[in-house]
């Protein structure tokens, strides 16, 4: 496993595991396979829904809890100072333990000014030992950093092979904070299977498009959390730390990139009704 360390110092897998999608009544049981092949860092967040499974999972896998690394996140209906302090307490609560290793803003809506500033509360209660956004596209996530004592140590946001957020990058590298991708493997699209450019580049390796989607944005410093229900699809996106892609394999699949969502576009107000009405907010 390679780490990364964060603008505070604390050091984060550049892998970890996500439960979007994941059932409440699957959660523990994937989390403890996710585990036992080898993951540290699990994601969820308060609008997953799984939480005590992902708390379940941290009693029971018999890995030490300082040597997990686990990330949830406040959602929209939970901003404000008040209630997202009040909702820190209730995760930390269902995920079983004292304090979690990343906190992030869900999304940058609702009063997410509060939001941080409970946030800012629970890192100097040692609550949270890092904390972040996640979905915060340029402008917002400079108002945050910009106006705020703690630097977001991560802004976690839609990024594959297909959508490279190669703007983003630089951008975060102005407050030294780290990018993580959610649907790192473009959520499992047959697309990101049947590439040529993947495909081709695979067989160079005897590794599969899966592992050289997730090697290639890792080999550009960004953190991955592939999600995966199945044991050997985990033990598959594990294995990627036993080969480098070249220069010249880099520079194809950066090719690849449209620059533009396959799923959600925070700056347009019509998407975001949509998946607020999913949401019953
Ligand atoms: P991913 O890109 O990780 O793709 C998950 C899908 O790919 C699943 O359908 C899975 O199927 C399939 N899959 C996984 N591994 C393989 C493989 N090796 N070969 C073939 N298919 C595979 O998408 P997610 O959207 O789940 O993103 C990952 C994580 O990011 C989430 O779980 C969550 O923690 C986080 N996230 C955060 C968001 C945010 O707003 N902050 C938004 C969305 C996600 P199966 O399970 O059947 O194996």
Same mark, same amino acid.
């Given at each position: 496993m390679e780490y990364t360390k964060l603008n505070n110092g604390v050091e984060m897998p550049m892998l970890g595991y996500g439960v979007f999608l994941v059932s409440p009544q699957e959660c523990e049981r994937c989390v403890l396979d996710a585990i036992s092949v080898g993951y540290r860092s699990i994601d969820t967040a308060? *609008?997953?829904?799984?939480e005590e499974g992902v708390g379940n999972a941290i009693v029971k896998c018999g890995v030490a809890r300082e040597d997990l690394f686990i990330t949830t996140k406040v959602w929209i209906t939970n901003a404000g100072y008040e209630k997202a302090k009040a909702s820190i307490e209730e995760s930390l609560q269902k995920l079983q333990?004292?304090?979690?290793?990343l906190l992030l803003v869900h999304q940058p809506y609702n009063d997410f000014y509060g939001t941080y500033r409970a946030m800012e509360e629970a890192y100097k209660q040692g609550k949270a030992r890092a904390i972040g956004l996640s979905n915060f596209y340029a402008a917002r996530f400079m108002d945050i950093a910009k106006f705020n004592e703690i630097k977001p140590a991560v802004n976690q946001l839609e990024a594959h092979v297909f959508h490279q957020r190669k703007e983003m990058r630089k951008y975060l590298e102005r407050y030294d904070t780290k990018m993580e991708a959610w649907s790192s493997l473009a959520r499992g699209g047959d697309e990101l299977f049947t590439n040529a450019v993947l495909v081709e580049t695979s067989k160079q390796h005897g590794k599969t498009p899966a592992q050289v989607a997730l090697r290639f944005l890792i080999q550009h410093g960004v953190i991955v959390i592939p999600k995966s229900s199945h044991k050997e699809r985990m033990i598959e996106n594990f294995n990627i730390f036993d080969f480098s892609l070249t220069q010249d394999e880099m520079q194809k699949i950066e090719a690849?990139?449209? *620059?533009?969502?396959?799923f959600m576009n925070h700056q347009d107000a019509e998407a975001m009704e949509n998946i607020f009405a999913r949401f019953k907010i």
């Open positions: 308060q *609008a997953y829904f799984n333990t004292d304090y979690v290793d690849l990139d449209r *620059a533009t969502t396959l």
